[in-house]
Nanobody, 122 residues
Framework: QVQLVESGGGLVQAGGSLRLSCAASGRFSSIGDMAWYRQAPGKQQELVARITSSGSTNYVDSVKGRFTISRDNAKNTAYLQMNNLKPEDTAIYYC????????????????WGQGTQVTVSS
């Protein structure tokens, strides 16, 4: 019912910036919480940032002050502005979102995107 497509990843030098986008499409009533996760080589997946439908945000300590999550509800899109990137930020970044179904019962279903690679060189 819902597809999440990430874009904006790439290769950047330490100290550089990238802006990731996550666009939701398909059949749904509305999108609830949206989040960015990442998984580095040989590491477990971790939650990087989350934003609620009302705009409340949470960040993992390691990115506070450097990353900013935002959303455009009209476009059903979330963004992750990443500044002052560090080599330890290298990972595949995955978009995650809660969607409310367009059926009579508006149940919440969680979806994942396919991921976008972010590589930060030293």
């Amino acid at each position: 019912q819902v597809q999440l497509v990430e874009s904006g990843g790439g290769l950047v030098q330490a100290g550089g910036s990238l802006r990731l986008s996550c666009a939701a499409s398909g059949r749904f009533s509305s999108i609830g919480d949206m989040a960015w996760y990442r998984q580095a080589p040989g590491k477990q997946q971790e939650l990087v940032a989350r934003i609620t439908s009302s705009g409340s945000t949470n960040y993992v300590d390691s990115v506070k002050g450097r990353f900013t999550i935002s959303r455009d509800n009209a476009k059903n899109t979330a963004y992750l502005q990443m500044n002052n990137l560090k080599p330890e930020d290298t990972a595949i970044y995955y978009c995650n979102a809660d969607s409310y179904s367009d059926s009579f019962i508006r149940k919440i279903i969680n979806y994942w995107g396919q991921g976008t690679q972010v590589t930060v060189s030293s």
